[in-house]
């Protein structure tokens, strides 16, 4: 079969409005419980059945009598009145008789003996009785139509008499995920090619968080007719139909065609990025949309066109994303082609809100899990400079960005170590991590991006860990360091060591594969030293370019057979299996302000990262040296 191609390049906005004019949503009404009409909303106006209270009752324990034999009764004149005779006795909420029209708190009686109770004071008509329809009239509203029902809601609808409510209904969504290599999640053992099916578990879980109820139908192969009668079903069982993969333009994404052969196709490729290969059409008069399979370009279909049409079908709200303004730490190059959605992380620091660009890749759902907000880049701007301000669209709370520690610089396990500890010791702290390197986090300290930055820098010259780069990088700041472990750098080589490494020389001399990290880090400063100690010429290391921003990335490579080896840390090889042939010592520290030493999270950090939790979570990992921890030098 020939290969297919986009249809179209709509924009953003002009395919939403094209889309939602050629799909017609009718919302459809549903009678339900009202006990069980939480977060539905009203199709009509709800009006009270009855009043409530619907009798004059008591609003406190006491006597109900006529308020005129009350007359005259003060602390100088008691007055003596007798059970059965004068007044009834009654607790909160009982029902008032026709003959009596107020009550006196229990508390205002001096008790007599013989059925008799005598009072100082008078009381007015009504006092102490709530009236009938005091809180809700018989046929007044309740609550408007188009109203989303609140705890409350049901509270005063009960009360009313109202014990069943009509709601626009849930919209049903089919949700279909296609092609070969897919496989149910927990399948063993995993093939090389198979891939996890979760995002059609994630879209059942955002479909529930929109306000549908989701259908999700098992894999489906890449075979042109099962696809089609897959489809087929969906469309007459529900009410929207999402299908997973198959949206591009290659060989076997038949998901265009197969929509247009059943019904129509309005849309296949928007100028947004990622998600531009979308595909948005109808059967009969039922939406239905073709969502790329990379998982990011899914969320962000998802968001901006799947969320529209539920909450048409549902009576919701658009949702409005909370915006802030806030800083970019570093550049972002982008596309004339197309509305491009960056994952963001933030975090204030000082008086400025950072924004640091996560991976852009389209399969990365780590940059969403990890993602604070969204930063739109216009289709009309080729990318936005270092220090701009620019507005984020937040995914998190406020508060919780407000109380992050922002930390950048290099990567270790022990970050999310710290981070799980922070939050588990203290509920209110998070700690969010940037794997940009050592020097990385040298630069983001001098220009005020970060609390603290992660740093294992060796001296070329004297050997030294640290601190004549921070004396030299940040002479203009005032920076201490946060002592945090001391661990073993070394070779990591799948297990039996099979090309019988023993040093770095003999990396270059068995022409071995390499795999590095990234430029700045300072593992592979560490590698340049041992590199220039030995003159061997990094341009001879095969693998020398290749970067990754991990210790584990650099593990899984190795471990995958993409590598011979590569230079980490201890703990990483031991996590992924591997054996390590140890080069050095190091020393792993954290640079900070100065001037962030008081702030109560950083305190928080420190008692972390000396507590025996943390230490014992070494232990277990191996490799380190703890036992200056937490200690603070002042530079």
């Known amino acids: 079969m020939s290969q297919n191609i986009y249809l179209s390049n709509y924009e953003f906005e002009d395919a939403l409005e094209f889309y939602f004019s050629k799909i017609n949503i009718e919302k459809s009404k549903e009678c339900i419980k009202s006990e069980e009409s939480i977060d539905r909303i009203t199709a009509e106006p709800i009006y009270s059945e009855i009043s409530s209270p619907f009798y004059n009752s008591s609003a406190m324990d006491g006597i109900a009598l006529k308020n005129e034999i009350t007359l005259g009764a003060n602390e100088k004149n008691h007055k003596i009145l007798e059970e059965g005779k004068d007044y009834i006795v009654v607790d909160t909420g009982d029902p008032i008789p026709k003959e009596y029209d107020c009550v006196i708190m229990v508390e205002d009686l001096i008790k007599l003996a013989d059925n008799k109770v005598e009072i100082y004071k008078s009381a007015a008509s009504f006092q102490n009785i709530r009236p009938l329809g005091e809180d809700i009239v018989e046929n007044s509203l309740i609550i408007p139509s188009g109203h989303k029902i609140r705890p409350v809601d049901i509270g005063a609808m009960l009360a009313g008499g109202v014990n069943s409510v009509e709601v626009y209904k849930k919209p049903l969504v089919g949700i279909i995920p296609t092609g070969t290599e897919l496989v149910e999640p927990g399948t063993t053992p995993l093939k090389i090619g198979d891939i996890i099916d979760f995002n059609s578990r994630t879209f059942a879980a955002q479909v529930f968080q929109y306000g549908g109820i989701a259908r999700r139908y098992s894999i489906v192969k890449d075979d042109y007719e099962i696809i089609k009668t897959t489809i087929k079903k969906a469309v007459e069982e529900c009410d929207i139909v999402l299908v997973n993969a198959g949206s591009s333009a290659g060989r076997e994404d038949f998901t265009s065609k197969v929509i247009g052969e059943l019904g129509e196709v309005y849309i296949h490729g928007v100028a947004i990025k990622p998600g531009k290969p979308v595909i948005l059409g109808k059967i009969d008069n039922k939406p239905v949309i073709g969502i790329p399979g990379y998982p990011v370009s899914a969320y962000i279909i998802m968001e901006q066109f799947v969320r529209r049409i539920i909450e048409e079908f549902s009576g919701e709200k658009n949702y409005e994303y909370k915006i802030i303004k806030g800083v970019l730490s570093r550049r972002i190059m982008s596309s004339l082609k197309h509305l491009e959605f960056v994952r963001v992380k933030l975090g204030k620091v000082g008086e400025k ?230 080069v050095c010592n190091e020393e792993y520290d954290i640079a900070i302000p100065r001037e962030f030493l008081e702030k109560p999270m950083i305190k928080e950090f420190i008692k972390v990262i000396k507590s025996h939790e943390f230490k014992e979570k070494l232990d277990y990992l191996g490799g380190y040296d703890y036992s200056e921890a937490g200690n603070i030098i002042l530079l």
């Open 353 to 582: 809100l950072i924004v640091t660009p996560l991976n852009r890749g389209a399969g990365a759902i780590m940059s969403l899990v990890r993602a604070d907000g969204i930063l739109e880049v216009p289709q009309n701007i080729e990318g936005i400079e270092s220090g701009t301000e620019v507005e984020v669209k937040l995914l998190k709370d406020e508060n919780e960005i407000n109380n992050t520690i922002v930390c950048i610089g290099s990567h270790d396990p022990i970050l999310d170590i710290v981070a799980d500890l922070i939050h588990v010791q203290n509920k209110e702290y998070y700690l969010s991590s940037a794997h940009v390197g050592s020097m990385g986090g040298i630069m983001a300290l001098k220009n005020s991006e970060t609390h603290i930055a992660p740093i294992h820098m060796l001296d070329m010259e004297t050997g030294e860990y640290n601190k004549s780069y921070i004396k030299k990088y940040l002479k203009d700041k005032d920076i201490a360091l946060i002592k945090c472990v001391k661990r073993i750098q070394g070779i990591m080589v799948p297990k039996g060591n099979p090309n019988k490494i023993a040093s770095i020389s003999d990396i270059w001399s068995k022409k071995l594969k390499f795999v590095n990290r990234q430029r700045g880090a300072g593992t592979r400063l560490l590698l340049d030293y041992n590199l220039k100690r030995l003159n061997i010429n990094p341009r001879e290391i095969e693998g020398y370019s290749r970067e990754e921003y991990t210790h584990l990335g650099v593990a899984a490579a190795v471990a995958n057979g993409d590598a011979d080896c590569g230079l980490g840390i201890y703990s990483a090889a031991i996590m992924m299996g591997l054996e390590f042939i140890p």
